[in-house]
């Protein structure tokens, strides 16, 4: 059975005694109020991570990721982050290409796949994010964008290593918009990555990776987008950053 998981990407948000007061806030109340199996991943900026881990302390429930790392392991690379002082600040995950990585700061494919292969390495599970802009949605490209994304990042894996990683879905198009993919248009495209998996690797392992829908997920939407067969949770942007809004979110799972 594959792991649920409600990952919260804070995003270039909270000053450190924000960031506290939110962590501290989700935290009670996943503890106090959740009673699904759901993996919870609290995603801050960097600053926060040290200080978060402090209030998770040993939860088996809730679990601390960073929003980027560097594909080396150390040098002369300011401003930069590896995945070995991720790992000494207690962190477990990583988002790996997201889209505003991808169009902000460049980050190809390519890199993606070192940086993939990285964090494996040194034993973090890496959040991979692919998904289509509005133009390739309209123009039905969508399907052949998403798969040459996961093909070029993570086709060079092993069938040990590739079930390590979870991969998140984000149509651009809906992300930070207000606009949210149907149910039916989420489940269509986890399940064609789904698909690609099983036709690279096998059934079994396909079967076996969370795949998680990040677009403009509310409380109001969580139940039916987490229904569908092959969304196995959701990548939250905006709601992660209201406490009742995110916790309600976990909550879908119940």
């Known amino acids: 059975m594959r792991k649920k998981i409600v990952a919260g990407n804070w995003k270039m948000n909270c000053t450190l005694p924000e960031g506290k007061k939110l962590a501290s806030e989700v935290i009670h109340m996943v503890e106090d109020e959740v009673n699904n199996e759901a993996e919870v991943v609290l995603i801050p900026p960097f600053i926060h991570l040290t200080g978060i881990q402090s209030l998770i302390g040993s939860s088996n429930k809730i679990f601390l990721g960073a ?3 560097h594909q080396n392991q150390s040098g002369a690379f300011t401003g930069e982050v590896s995945a070995s002082m991720l790992v000494s600040c207690g962190v477990t995950h990583v988002i790996l290409g997201h889209s505003e990585r991808r169009e902000y700061f460049g980050e190809t494919d390519e890199l993606l796949s070192e940086k993939v292969n990285f964090t494996l390495e040194n034993g973090l599970t890496p959040i991979f994010c692919c998904g289509e802009k509005l133009e390739v949605r309209e123009a039905r490209d969508h399907e052949s964008l998403v798969g040459t994304q996961v093909e070029k990042a993570l086709f060079d894996l092993s069938e040990d ?10 149509p651009v198009w809906a992300i930070g918009t207000g606009v949210t993919a149907s149910a039916e248009q989420a489940q269509e495209m986890h399940a064609f990555i789904r698909n690609q998996i099983a036709a690279k690797y096998s059934q079994d392992t396909a079967d076996s990776i969370p795949i998680l829908y ?3 997920v509310k409380p109001d939407n969580a139940k039916e987008i987490f229904s569908q067969q092959d969304v196995d949770g959701g990548l ?15 909550k879908a799972f119940d």
């Open 67 to 69: 929003q980027n790392c």
């Open 161 to 170: 290593q590739i079930r390590k990683v979870v991969i998140a879905y984000e």
């Open 214 to 216: 990040g677009g403009s």
């Open 236 to 250: 939250i942007g905006g709601a992660s950053l209201k406490s009742r809004d995110f916790t309600n979110i976990v």
